[in-house]
């Protein structure tokens, strides 16, 4: 079986480029409007540089390549976790159980954990296309503070979703997991039941 394309007479092939290059960046700028937008310091979510942007922030970086290659350049997406700023399948909340002989309180506890989650997600901890594990996580929670609370869980708030659907999550290799859970996403329970747990 032999297959013949013929380009049209309109169109031009450029026989030097041999390798495309796609680079996703992921800039400083942007990660740092975003983490205060998560914080409430600004109001309006911001906007990721554009493709002719960065080729013009990075000029340098792209005139270095080989003759040969042809460098595409693409800003990273951010994907939301747990909060009222993700979409809505990948709101959650963090169910926790206080341990008995726990010696902080319930607000300084969830307190704490919320400082877990936002550490675990930093920046320098993840890269693109970083797959994520609920039960890592929970177990850095349990590490990090271990007589304080003697269960914690993830639960999924959409309402077709339930316990054990966000176990794991993947995002496309252009995107990077960023929590923006916040304290009202963290609830102290006296135990874990099929209501608490939303199993189906």
């Known amino acids: 079986f032999m297959w013949q394309h013929f380009t049209p007479s309109d169109h031009l ?3 030097s480029v041999s390798n495309i290059i796609d680079v ?3 800039t400083r700028g942007y990660y740092s409007l975003m983490q205060k937008f998560l914080k409430g310091i600004i109001d309006q979510e911001p906007a990721a540089p554009t493709s002719l942007e960065l080729r013009n922030t990075y000029r340098g ?3 270095s390549k080989m003759i040969s290659d042809s460098v ?5 997406k951010i994907k939301l976790l747990f909060g009222s700023h993700s979409i809505p399948e990948l709101r959650a909340k963090f169910r926790v159980v206080r341990s008995p002989s726990a010696k902080l309180t319930g607000d300084q506890i969830r307190s ?3 400082y877990i ?3 675990y997600f930093s920046i320098d901890n993840w890269s693109f296309g970083q ?3 609920a039960t890592e996580l929970c177990a850095v929670i349990h590490q990090t503070i271990p007589t304080e609370i003697s269960s914690v869980v993830l639960v999924p708030e959409f309402p077709t979703n339930y316990f054990g659907d966000m176990f794991y999550l993947r995002c496309a290799t252009d995107e990077i997991f960023v929590s923006c859970a916040k304290l009202e996403n963290i609830e102290l329970v006296t135990g874990l039941d099929r209501l608490t747990l939303k199993q189906r």
């Open 13 to 15: 092939i450029d026989p």
């Open 117 to 119: 989650i936002n550490d």
């Open 24 to 26: 996703y960046v992921l």
């Open 112 to 114: 704490r954990i919320l």
């Open 131 to 133: 797959s994520f594990y």
């Open 61 to 63: 970086m792209i005139e």
């Open 72 to 76: 595409i350049m693409h800003s990273g």
